[in-house]
């Protein structure tokens, strides 16, 4: 039902926008969130957008440098990656939140995209 999108190699210092969508979901009745994994480590919540009162959220990891926005004509979520750093290599997930109390609690989450791959390498 969901797709990600958008990820791929980029510079230090680059910038990349991904994009969510879902099929037979309406996105706009959900907050939807960005996680990302990193080999070995544990999944983590970068950015989760409400929509009930359309609060956004970040983690302090990209407080500044990600921007998540919401297209609900499209029925898309952005999350926008400037100033990316190696730090930020992992699979990106976006998710979707029918509580709007998760914010970056993957544990609220019930519908999960596959995941696309963002590599910050020279």
């Known amino acids: 039902q969901f797709l990600e999108s958008g990820g791929g190699l980029v510079q230090p210092g680059g910038s990349l926008r991904l994009s969510c969508t879902a099929a037979?979901?309406?996105?706009?009745?959900?907050?939807v969130g960005w996680f990302r994994q990193a080999p070995g480590k544990e999944r983590e919540g970068i950015s989760a957008?409400?929509?009930?009162?359309?609060?956004?959220v970040y983690a302090d990891s990209v407080k500044g440098r990600f921007t998540i926005s919401r297209d609900n004509a499209k029925n898309t979520v952005y999350l926008q990656m400037d100033s990316l750093k190696p730090e930020d290599t992992a699979v990106y997930f976006c998710a979707a939140d029918y509580t709007n109390y998760g914010f970056l609690d993957s544990s609220y989450y019930d519908y999960w995209g596959q995941g696309t791959q963002v590599t910050v390498s020279s």
């Open positions: 957008t409400r929509s009930i009162d359309q609060t956004t």
């Open positions: 037979g979901l309406s996105l706009e009745l959900y907050a």
